[in-house]
């Protein structure tokens, strides 16, 4: 499987960020996260007892940022996903990653 073709560079403009995102012939679906007060936490058990699911589990800024971008500017549905083992990467002895990096070259879901 060859990777995604994507637009590489640095968009100046919101409009130029829709183009780079319709363009990928893999639409982004997914955005990774370490767990990392203030920028993504756990959000607490609701008092009434109710379960929160999807992105409504977690809170902070990454999230508010990531709800402005993907639900506002973007309209782009999107799942904020936890890194397995909570690190953000570090390359291994065998040359592969581990954390955030070495589930995306992985491509992990």
Partial sequence: MS???CYVGRPNKMT????VFSECSV????????????YLDKRKPPDDGSILEGNERYEGYCVDLAKKL????????????LVGDNNYG???PNGTWDGMV????????
Avoid: H, I
Avoid at 27 to 38: D, E, G, T
Avoid at 102 to 109: A, F, I, Q
């Fill in 3 to 5: 990777p995604p073709t």
């Fill in 70 to 81: 993907f639900n506002e500017m973007l309209k782009m549905d999107y799942e904020l996903r």
């Fill in 27 to 38: 639409q982004m679906q997914c955005a990774l996260y370490v767990q990392a007060s203030p």
């Fill in 90 to 92: 570090a390359k291994l």
């Fill in 102 to 109: 070495g589930e995306l070259t992985r491509r992990v879901r």
């Fill in 16 to 19: 130029d960020m829709k183009t």
